[in-house]
């Protein structure tokens, strides 16, 4: 049991007027890890600047689309409208897997088909069902194509949750799967407990005001499921994720040149927490 104690990369904020209750470990025990340490960062509004950082991404760039927002380690944003009088409560995994979805953006056929089929990755590898939104749903994800990058929420949060995927940089396997796995309760790789044994930061390198983007959970509120460092993660920063200067502010220890991270789809332990985490049997 206590294997599943361990981080993953599957968060439940524990964020009670924007302060999280340290002593509350129940939803970590349930494989749940604590997002307190980004503290009120994770709060916002989606802003355009972040937007305009994604239009200027190109395939030649050594960096995803979703690394270049403003928000909370690049990428990870609670609107305000998710606020409940000040409270955000536990986020939660999606009850037997099923995660309704809405498409508020405006977004051509072939664009909504596209997130469809990086939606189908999920059905094919796991238990995870994406489908659409029906009147009587209390939880949903709304998707949208606003200007303002690639984010999410981490895990359930309750009612209509945003999740933004501004077409076209963020319709590709990455970006899309990577917040997909946001919201099914996935945060990201690189502020593993357990990172320092793997990876080295380079603080220098990284751009003004975004270092809290590099911290790592603390240990004691994470769980990792005993799973072993991924660095092939979908969930798992690129080299050169908020760089300043163009050079690396993540390296793996055992080789420094190692590509972090991937662009195509999920890596071999992403779908098995997945399936630990849901509780699948396929
Ligand atoms: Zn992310």
């Known amino acids: 049991m206590f294997k599943f104690m361990v981080y993953f990369s599957v968060i439940s904020v524990h964020l009670i007027h924007c302060l999280p209750s340290k002593n509350n470990t129940e939803d970590y025990d349930k494989g749940g890890a604590d997002l307190s340490y980004l503290g009120r960062t994770v709060f916002g509004e989606p802003n355009e600047e972040s937007g305009k950082r994604v239009e200027q991404w190109n395939k030649s760039s050594k960096v995803?689309?979703?690394e270049l927002g403003s928000y909370a380690e690049g990428d990870i944003l609670f609107p305000n409208d998710v606020r409940r009088n000040g409270v955000i409560s536990e986020t939660a995994r999606w009850p037997n897997g099923v995660v309704p979805y809405n498409f508020d953006g405006g977004y051509s056929k072939d664009q909504r088909e596209t997130i469809k089929t990086l939606m189908m990755e999920f059905h094919k590898a796991t238990c995870?069902?994406?489908?659409?939104?029906?009147?009587?749903?209390?939880s949903w994800i709304s998707i949208t194509n606003d200007k303002t990058g690639c984010w999410s929420a981490v895990g359930?949060?309750?009612g209509k949750q945003t999740l933004n995927l501004q077409a076209p940089d963020c319709l590709q396997t990455r970006p899309t799967m990577h917040e997909l796995l946001h919201a099914i309760g996935?945060?990201?790789e690189h502020t593993r407990s357990d990172r320092d044994s793997h990876i080295t930061i380079h603080w220098k390198n990284i751009k003004e005001g975004f270092k809290a983007a590099f911290m790592k959970t603390d240990k004691h509120l994470s769980t990792n499921f005993g799973f072993p460092y991924d660095y092939n993660s979908l969930v798992h920063y690129s080299?050169?994720?908020?760089?300043?200067?163009?050079?690396?502010?993540?390296?793996?220890?055992?080789?420094?040149?190692?590509a972090l991270g991937n662009n195509f789809g999920f890596s071999k332990y992403d779908v098995e927490k997945i399936n630990l985490m849901y509780n699948c049997t396929k």
């Open 156 to 158: 359930r949060t309750g």
């Open 128 to 138: 995870i069902r994406f489908r659409m939104f029906e009147p009587n749903d209390t």
């Open 64 to 66: 995803n689309p979703e």
């Open 186 to 188: 996935f945060g990201h």
């Open 239 to 258: 080299n050169e994720a908020l760089s300043k200067n163009g050079k690396n502010t993540i390296t793996a220890k055992k080789d420094p040149n190692k």
